[in-house]
Each structure stands twice: as structure tokens, then as C-alpha cells.
């Protein structure tokens, strides 16, 4: 093992990834080309991790030379992948941070339905988490305030014109109160 690969590095992420309980893919951001640069060795390295973690009770697994921290809730299996070299402690910190701003967002129903109807909002999430493959926030509470998201709000297409119009006040009005 060469120096350079023992260097601390901000790029503590390789990949997070949301299966069902079925193995397939609803989620997955791939923060590395290097390691899985096609969709094919991306999908082959989930059914892998889907594999060996779906009927196990641990909370952290190795594979491919990769760090794989997991929890699972309903009929989802939520992962955060790092190197072989990374600290659990870090990826396990991303993956609570992740799985409590989706209990906030999705009102504590974190299954796929929930997560499928909300998935602007998951993206979000992550996007707010990680960028890039550096952790940039570890409390869910300013994740989902910095977010804003709000998974009750029904689509413009689901709401009236009066509603819209009415919506559309609310906010005009608030900006200029800024």
C-alpha cells in the first residue's frame, strides 16, 4: 500500500445508495468515476452489498475493498460506502444523519412509498449531506432547516387555482417583508 492512498482526504464518500427490500435500486449517488464508472459495475456492486447485508443483523459490512455502513427500516436497506481505509465512525454519522432527516421529512414513515412520493426531497437531502463525496452537515435538524422541505404540501397540479394564487401571495408577501 503506497503513502498517497493513507493520506487524509475530505473525500470521505464513495457512494450512497437506497434499496427496497427487494434489491432494486430507488436511490443512488456515486461520488468516485474511479471505482464503479458504468451503471453496469454500479447495479452488479449493489446486488452484491443487497446480498450479503439484507439478511444480516450487522450494522457495517467489507466488500470490493469498500467500507459499507447500512440500516434497513420497513422495506428499505439505506447505505453509505467509503474506502477500505475510511473511518466507520464518519460514514456511520452520514447514514444517522440521513436516516433521521428522512424520519423528519417523511413524517417517521421511512418506506418506499413515502420515500418514492417525497424523492425531490430525499435528493435534497442527500445533496445537502454530501457534495461531491465531502460531509458537509451531520446534525438532521439544520439539514432539514436548510432543506426546507415540506412533505405535506400537496403539487401544484394536486391544488386548486385559488389555492395557487393564494400560495403565490403568501410568498410575494413574505419576500417583501424580508
Not at 37 to 58: C, G, I, L, R, S
Request: negative net charge; contains cysteine; proline residues 3%.
Amino acid at each position: 500500500m503506497d503513502s498517497a492512498s493513507l493520506e487524509p482526504t475530505l473525500y470521505t464518500v464513495k457512494a450512497v445508495f437506497i434499496l427496497d427490500n427487494d434489491g432494486n435500486r430507488l436511490l443512488s449517488k456515486y461520488y468516485d468515476p474511479d471505482i464503479f464508472p458504468y451503471m453496469k459495475d454500479q447495479k452488479n456492486f449493489e446486488h452484491n452489498v443487497f446480498n450479503k447485508t439484507h439478511k444480516a443483523d450487522n450494522e457495517i459490512a467489507f466488500l470490493d475493498g469498500m467500507t459499507i455502513v447500512y440500516k434497513s427500516s420497513i422495506d428499505l436497506f439505506i447505505y453509505v460506502v467509503g474506502s477500505a481505509q475510511e473511518n466507520e465512525l464518519m460514514l456511520m454519522s452520514v447514514l444517522s444523519c440521513l436516516f433521521e432527516s428522512l424520519s423528519l421529512i417523511l413524517r417517521k414513515n421511512v418506506e418506499r412509498r413515502c420515500l418514492l412520493d417525497n424523492m425531490d426531497g430525499v435528493f435534497l437531502i442527500v445533496d445537502e449531506i454530501i457534495d461531491g463525496g465531502v460531509i458537509l452537515e451531520s446534525d438532521p435538524q439544520q439539514v432539514v432547516q436548510k432543506v426546507n422541505y415540506k412533505a405535506d404540501e400537496s403539487p401544484l397540479s394536486e391544488q386548486s387555482v385559488a389555492q395557487v394564487l393564494q400560495s403565490a401571495k403568501e410568498q410575494i408577501k413574505w419576500s417583501i417583508l424580508k
